[in-house]
């Protein structure tokens, strides 16, 4: 019994399961759990994606982005996103004025989700609504062409990752994006 | 040989080893995988904690929270932080121009970091510089007067962590604080 135990512990350890999961008729659900997976960082009223307008509101959205953790800890061993990658992108609206806070920005009501997968090639998905999954947006989508110019690591805006951006650097996978 | 394996695999992942490491004169240890940790929120400008200045600023500092695993799976379940609950606040410079932005603010380097660790009672630390490990700050430092006064749950800013504000309405713990 304690090996039964101890067996069911290592493989739900072992087993990272934090890789894509589709429905039948090959949409990609929305993770469960991404806000348990490791963030990369946020930003307020950034030109980054479709669903994020400019900043000229005077609450511009945050982005806030997640990323899969064993693809997390293998960005740190090589520098490189490995195959089944997920990316989660959270757009959330700002608020200036609330409890205490006076001035500044704190985040409230989701607007927006998408993810970016890496499935032998990047794909990009939008979750409408209170959708749980969700079809490849068109390789016409901004976000395509963008991620490829304009992502200082393999189709990924690492250059706004701060704690990634040195990893890349000392792994020689960094490359400055203008 | 297996065994041992399996023995060392779920001892690795069922320990949380998330709660709060001292040194030998009382210090705390800066956690060191703090940013594989549950992020809960970012604020931009946000009055919160005394090494953040005022928004006046162009570039207002970011106020990255992360909580110890542990601890948010429990705050999960019952809407309230267990004992050994540890709180990273991590600020960061914010820029505005860079690579393919123009606009809005993204994060940069570290400005401070600090953290809440309930122990018993809460207390809290400022790791200074590159320090790694920090005493207590003076139960007269304005965190600790501000938390107990104006924390929505358990001395802690949850009317700022947007997933968090309905567990802890569903669970009963959450006081709504001017």
Redesign the interface.
């Known amino acids: 019994m304690r ?1 039964l ?3 069911l ?2 493989f ?3 087993a990272a399961d934090d890789g894509p999961k589709f429905t039948d008729d090959g949409r990609l659900l929305k993770p469960e759990n991404y ?2 997976w ?2 990369l ?8 994606g479709p669903a994020t307008p ?3 509101a005077s609450n ?1 959205p ?1 982005d ?1 982005v ?1 990323v899969s ?1 064993s693809a ?1 800890r293998e960005f740190l061993r090589t520098g490189t996103w490995p195959d089944q990658t997920i990316f989660v992108l959270e757009v ?1 609206r ?1 608020q200036s004025k ?13 607007i927006a989700i998408e993810a970016e997968l890496k499935n032998k090639k990047w794909m990009f998905y939008g979750f409408e609504g209170s959708a749980t999954s969700a079809k490849p947006l068109p390789t016409t989508a901004a976000c395509y062409s ?1 991620h490829a110019q ?1 992502g ?1 690591v393999d189709n990924t ?1 690492v ?2 990752y ?2 990634l951006i040195e990893v890349a650097r000392q792994k020689g996978t960094f490359r400055e ?2």
Do not use: K
């Not at 960082?41 to 980054?48: A, D, N, R």
């Not at 609330?98 to 989701?110: C, L, P, R, V």
């Open positions: 090996y135990l101890l067996s512990a290592a739900t350890c072992l806000r348990e490791v963030w960082s946020s930003g307020l009223g950034m030109s980054y400019s900043d000229a511009p945050f806030n997640f953790p997390y959330r700002s609330g409890s205490i806070n006076q001035g500044g920005h704190f985040q409230g009501e989701m963008c304009h200082a805006f250059q706004f701060p704690t994006r203008s």
